[in-house]
């Protein structure tokens, strides 16, 4: 197939630039990435079925795990001294401190809640580090297809820690241990901590970037006036990515019933189309521009949201179930289009530095909204229906392509 020529060792040593063996970097990502596919494939079904959490629980326990999104860039400026090597280590290690917790512990609704929020500060941090890194790593005018060898690392992790979940549960079934018997969930969970401390012991083999961090911290959000548009679209895309990582799936496991093997399988599914897609929409994105990706992204979320939230009044319950997998595969497709974002601050940047801050302030800003969402999303849902959460966030799709069309053409002409 020919998507497969695009992880070829020729063409990902031609991607990155000399001297940066990108290797340790993607190998990290791939094991970080099979952490991931673990944690998320139960995770729903884990707070559903274990901890008993409904609609506005769930939007309240999404706030509370999004925090550290929202205050990363306070976070990080307390660790402008270290590079982004060692920021990257220093995440998985605070990883590893959630997992830990989320193995160990007992499966309180609220103690589960911690160590989530401990777990998703380590996966906040490394978003930024992982991304910035990427770019960086990255030779001229190729820091799309980059981020999509990078995502495809990750996604082909995702996907193999999903399909490992259905693997465990068929195991435990030999031992009498079911969908609601926690120690499941905590098995699941210390083999996700085994493998997050590989990643950590192979992180130390990431090559320094030549360029030296500040020399002083970054003790506020930084804001230049170039790059409002892209805080905007943060807004916009901090609230898409909250219903699609939040409530899509729960509407899943709470309206139709979906186990933890099923969820799973969807998840392994999403992640094997990113793989498949993420180096193509990045060369599209280096090819026709991110201002045209992230006007059509945008569109085409009016039409999933629509069936997120109604296909349940068109269809027959067993075909809706279809309908909402269908469309969540097809959700997860589009939001690799949020690497448009990153190229547009590649293009506008003038050093590195400024590449890193920004995408720091970006992840604040988006998951400023994300909270917002969290909360009135679960409580929405609750009270109007899963049709109301929907066409709100379809509507905000609609303003975030508005946006998107007043940026420039890239500086290629694209």
């Known amino acids: 197939m020919s998507f497969l020529s695009n992880f ?4 990902i040593i031609s991607t990155f630039q000399e001297g940066y063996s990108p290797w340790p970097f993607l190998i990290t990502t791939l094991c970080y990435g099979l952490t991931f596919g673990l944690t998320k494939g139960i995770m729903d079904n884990y707070l559903a079925e274990i901890a008993n959490v409904m609609e506005f629980e769930r939007g309240v326990i999404e706030f509370c795990r999004e925090l550290p999104g929202l205050f990363l860039i306070f976070i990080l400026a307390a660790m402008y001294r270290n590079s982004d090597k060692k920021n990257y280590q220093i995440a998985l290690g605070i990883a590893m401190i959630g997992l830990s917790g989320l193995a160990f512990a007992r499966s309180s609704k609220w103690i589960i809640v911690v160590f989530l929020v401990i ?12 991304q910035s890194l990427s770019i960086e790593m990255a030779k001229p005018g190729k820091s799309g297809k980059s981020l999509g060898i990078m995502t495809g690392f990750r996604s082909l992790g995702r996907i193999t820690g999903f399909l490992l979940i259905p693997v465990f549960y068929l195991i435990f079934a030999r031992f009498s241990l079911g969908r609601s018997d926690a120690r499941s969930y905590k098995l699941i969970y210390l ?14 083999k990431i090559p320094e970037i030549k360029e030296k961090q500040s020399n002083a911290p970054i003790a506020k959000i930084y804001f230049n006036k170039k790059f409002g548009k892209y805080y905007v679209l943060s807004v916009f895309y901090g609230a898409r990515k909250q219903v699609f990582l939040t409530f899509a799936p729960y509407v899943l496991v709470l309206q139709y019933g979906a186990s933890a093997s099923v969820m799973s399988m969807l998840f392994a599914i999403t992640a094997g189309m990113s793989i498949i897609f993420s180096p193509i929409i990045g060369r599209i994105i280096d090819r026709i521009g991110y201002r045209t990706v992230m006007i059509a992204d945008t569109l085409i979320l009016i039409i999933v949201c629509f069936f997120y939230g109604f296909a349940h009044r068109l269809f027959p319950e067993h075909i809706a179930f279809y309908v909402v997998c269908s469309n969540y595969v097809f959700d997860s497709i589009l939001s690799l289009c949020s690497m448009a974002s990153l190229v547009y601050i590649k293009d506008l940047a003038d ?17 400023l909204i994300s909270i917002i969402i969290a909360l009135c999303g679960g409580l929405i849902w609750e009270k109007a229906g899963i049709e109301l959460l929907f066409s709100l966030s379809a509507l905000l799709g609609l303003i975030n392509s508005i946006v998107a069309a007043t940026i420039p053409k890239t500086r290629k002409g694209l």
């Open 119 to 130: 777990n998703s500060l380590g996966e906040h941090i490394v978003m930024q580090v992982r």
């Open 351 to 367: 050093n590195q530095k400024e590449v890193s801050q920004t995408i720091s302030s970006g992840i604040s800003v988006n998951h």
């Open 191 to 204: 083999f996700a901590l085994c493998i997050t401390i590989i990643a950590f012991f192979l992180s130390t």
């Open 8 to 11: 070829g060792k020729k063409n």
